[in-house]
Nanobody
Framework: QVQLVESGGGLVQTGGSLELSCVVS????????IAWFRQAPGKEREGVAC????????IYGESVRGRFTISRDNAKNTVYLQMDNLTPEDTAVYSC???????????????WGKGTRVTVSS
């Protein structure tokens, strides 16, 4: 069983930055790749980014590529999502998830966190 706890959400103005954290724990958690997803009100959940457990290889969704950066600190069991140049369209609940296969397809996630809310004001 793997547990994931997100933090770092909040209110930010357009053009601002925010860093989200996902603390990962549990048996075998070090072998899982970690992905970030988001779900805006009234919209489908969207894959944002993923980082491989060992190689550090990253995957990004088209809508955030070039603005968001995913990183991992294995010593702290934490995955970060640095979000820059935010717009109101980035407003959503952001959740991290664990997957054996590095991907941003939500159907392939094995464990999920509860999410943290990000609101970008115009």
């Amino acid at each position: 069983q793997v547990q994931l706890v997100e933090s770092g959400g909040g209110l930010v103005q357009t053009g601002g930055s925010l860093e989200l954290s996902c603390v990962v724990s549990g048996s075998g958690s070090e072998y899982y790749s970690i992905a970030w997803f988001r779900q805006a009100p009234g919209k489908e959940r969207e894959g944002v980014a993923c980082i491989d457990s060992s190689s550090g290889r990253t995957i990004y969704g088209e809508s955030v590529r070039g603005r968001f950066t995913i990183s991992r600190d294995n010593a702290k069991n934490t995955v970060y999502l640095q979000m820059d140049n935010l717009t109101p369209e980035d407003t959503a609940v952001y959740s991290c998830a664990a997957t054996i296969i590095p991907t941003i397809f939500q159907s392939l996630m094995d464990y999920w966190g509860k999410g943290t809310r990000v609101t970008v004001s115009s």
